[in-house]
């Protein structure tokens, strides 16, 4: 039994996946990850088992590195084991130290309320580094570290790769802020998330953008990443289809110190509004430098913008910079006790995808107790089932794919040195109210 959830190494050695070609110069690599090179490493790894079987001792190995994603403590005793991937060095790890510090807090209020069935829950860490090489090592680790389901994923060219190797192995995957709409779309239904995708941003960025903005020509500008590329996608057709140009769409190199000639090139265009789809660290110089060239158009960001360092690089630029960004856990008045639990465990407020971590354990947790089992096809089958889970996002369903059906997004503006919530859509979707207080 699940108290109170609804409260505000195999024996077979794990094989390392090359992914080349998908890695950028810096640590917050989002490029797509083929599937390719993990077919032929099944092949090899088939070929070497067969080559072998006569001596029938590779049989047991066999079974225990394909199982069906029972390992993390199905046995009915002992801590149950719950993956968290997330970036915990390179360029993106504020992001992922807030993901891993949220989730720990979510195991932490289970287990203070009895666990699951009588059994902790444990959290089990992985640096994935936004990148698709690790991505796929950080699964392996996972996996061999014998967890039962896996919840985390800032970057979405991390999850690609990492999405058929736990699949091979029936893990279920709850993402937190992997919001490229393929990765629930080949998922096969055993990929979740309890953030929205690129498409629901990109139309409320379009609506914003066209609409109390007044923009009528707007310029795109991602870093070639697979959540950054697929933002600008989905913004450049809800763009359209708002009757708005795009007049410019473009990649930055990420990791450079000075975007003053990309910015010179989009300004030329006479955009009314750069919306830029990339990360952070490139955000904050983004803002600085059109600061100090007196670029005239209104700069927007994406989600990933939002984490806290970008007001520490751009500084005064910051000021005014408005994104489009899930709820701030300070505005949700259901994560009121997660904020406290957060703060007296970290001495810092929580990051932007925080509370999307942590529903994700939440709600990764409350299928293990439905199941009653901590068998991979099991809790998978549970996580369909679940309805109106009480998220401190809002209740938390998920369609066929695995996609939330009530994502919500806002935008935010910086306002003495601070996001602060902005507008967002009301229910019919058609007009912009004060995002806090309604």
């Known amino acids: 039994m699940l108290a109170r959830l609804d409260a505000p190494a195999s024996t077979f050695q794990a094989f390392t996946i090359p992914i080349p070609g998908h890695e950028r110069p810096r640590t ?10 993990l077919t032929r490493r099944d092949r090899g790894r088939r070929s070497r088992l067969l080559s072998a079987a006569g001596a029938g001792l590779l049989l047991v190995p066999l079974a225990a590195a394909c199982g069906s994603g029972d390992s993390g403590g199905s046995g009915g005793s002992g801590a149950i084991k719950i993956g968290v991937p997330a970036p915990l060095s390179g360029d993106s790890a504020s992001a992922g130290q807030d993901i891993l510090a949220a989730a720990k807090v979510a195991a932490d209020e289970v287990n203070k309320a009895g666990g699951v069935d009588g059994r902790k829950i444990e959290i089990v860490e992985a640096d994935d580094q936004c990148s698709a090489q690790q991505g796929a090592q950080a699964a392996q680790k ?47 239904g055993k990929v979740f998330r309890t953030c929205g995708r690129d498409d629901n941003q990109g139309l409320v960025a379009a609506k914003f953008m066209t609409g109390p903005l007044g923009a009528k020509r707007i310029a795109l500008l991602h870093d070639n990443t697979t959540y950054a590329k697929g933002l600008a996608d989905a913004a450049a057709k809800s763009v359209k289809q708002a009757g708005g140009q795009v007049v410019y769409e473009d990649a930055l190199q990420p990791g450079q110190s000075d975007y003053s000639p990309v910015l010179t090139k989009v300004a030329s265009t006479k955009p009314d509004v750069l919306y830029f789809t990339g990360y952070f660290a490139e955000a904050g110089l983004l803002m600085k430098q059109r600061k100090s060239l007196g670029l005239k158009f209104t700069l927007m960001g994406g989600d990933a913008t939002t984490d ?22 300070k505005d949700l008045p259901a994560a009121a006790k997660f904020v406290s639990a957060y703060k007296a465990a970290n001495n810092a407020d929580p990051g932007p995808f925080s509370v999307y971590e942590y529903d994700a354990v939440k709600v990764v947790a409350k ?10 096809a099991a809790i998978t089958g549970a996580l369909h089932k679940i309805k109106d889970f009480p998220g401190i ?8 794919k695995g996609d939330r059906t009530d994502p919500l997004y806002i935008t935010v503006q910086v306002k003495d040195g601070a996001f602060t919530a902005y507008k967002k859509l009301d229910k019919s979707g058609a007009t912009w109210v004060d995002a806090k207080t309604s």
């Open 308 to 329: 806290s360092t970008v007001l520490k690089t751009a500084g005064s630029a910051a000021d005014g910079y408005i994104a489009t960004t899930a709820p701030l856990a």
């Open 367 to 376: 299928a293990i107790d439905d199941a009653g089992s901590t068998k991979g």
């Open 393 to 400: 996002t809002g209740p938390i369903t998920f369609d066929d």
């Open 28 to 37: 917050t690599s989002d490029g797509d990850a083929p599937m390719t090179p």
């Open 142 to 188: 996972l996996l061999n570290s014998k967890v039962v389901a896996v919840a985390g994923g800032y970057c979405s060219g991390a999850a690609v790769p990492a999405i058929p190797i736990y699949g091979r192995r029936s893990v279920p995957f709850v993402m937190d802020a992997s919001t490229n709409p393929s990765l629930t779309d080949t998922g096969k």
